[in-house]
């Protein structure tokens, strides 16, 4: 069962410490992936090339990192949304790993929990770990505390 948080900016301080998620699973193609290595400029064999990919330990294509990681905006907003926000914004990342690899055609999903709200002027930021599963896995494939920040 997903547990969605909905808060409205004013009451951010009372969700510290609630989990969130799963999101719905999302299928990752290799038609995206080859958008975001022309977008990004990593054309690494692994990522586009599934003849060389399929001769490596991965057996195929696999989706990049930092794709993956792009795919917490529409995931998360699934299953965390402020209301009531004057402007909203990612700050940052406290810590950010890959354990695992995602093959391209797999589906990932997103889950996390608010560590912290700490008030800030005109608002509040929060720590918000996030942990990607990929379906069928044994690992997480990402693994970051997102740093959120949420002005009224």
């Known amino acids: 069962m997903t547990n969605r948080l909905s808060v409205a900016v004013s009451d951010l301080p009372s969700i510290e410490g609630s989990a969130f998620g799963p999101s719905e699973w999302r299928v990752i193609t290799q038609d995206e992936v080859n958008d975001y290595a022309r977008l990004s400029g990593d054309m690494n064999p692994i990522h586009v090339d599934p003849e060389f990919a399929a001769t490596t330990p991965y057996g195929g294509t696999i989706v990049h990192g930092l794709f993956t990681l792009s795919l917490v905006v529409p995931l998360m907003a699934e299953i965390f949304e402020v209301t009531e ?14 354990p695992a690899p ?3 055609g797999s589906r990932v999903r997103v889950h996390g929990v608010v560590k912290s709200v700490t008030e800030v002027t005109g608002g509040y930021q929060l720590e918000v770990p996030v942990t990607f599963d990929v379906e ?17």
């Open 102 to 104: 995602v093959p391209v």
């Open 85 to 98: 926000v004057g402007l909203g914004i990612n700050y940052g990342s406290n810590k950010l790993r890959f």
């Open 136 to 152: 069928g896995g044994e690992k997480p494939v990402l693994v970051t505390e997102l740093v959120l920040r949420y002005y009224r």
